[in-house]
Nanobody, 118 residues
């Protein structure tokens, strides 16, 4: 199983960025997908998750600003990030799980760096 995250970059505060995570090696439709992030010197934290049926869950810190979606035909999950803040700066990882309410994620992508300047 491979998860390839992309789309990170440098953006000014208030701007937008869209991340993608392409999955291969398993039946993508059967799994929920999540996004996590890890800021410098901090622990990895949950950002958002989406079920195979497109139910979603968000961390309070990103609710109303971030939107997770998926395209099962393309085996890809997306994270649209709007109204970005400097505290959103982190490496963003995608991962797969069985349920959006689970804390157990089995496969992880390599991460993509998002930097938000003030």
């Amino acid at each position: 199983v491979q998860l390839q995250a992309s789309g990170g970059g440098l953006v000014q505060a208030g701007g937008s960025l869209s991340l993608s995570c392409a999955a291969s090696g398993r039946n993508f439709n059967n799994y929920a997908m999540g996004w996590f992030r890890q800021a410098p010197g901090k622990e990895r934290e949950f950002v958002a998750a989406i079920s195979s049926g497109a139910s979603t869950r968000y961390a309070d810190s990103v609710k109303g600003r971030f939107t997770i979606s998926r395209d099962n035909a393309k085996n890809t999950v997306y994270l649209q990030m709007n109204s970005l803040k400097p505290e959103d700066t982190a490496i963003y990882f995608c991962a797969s799980t069985l349920s959006i309410w689970s804390n157990k994620y089995d496969y992880w992508g390599q991460g993509t760096l998002v930097t938000v300047s003030s």
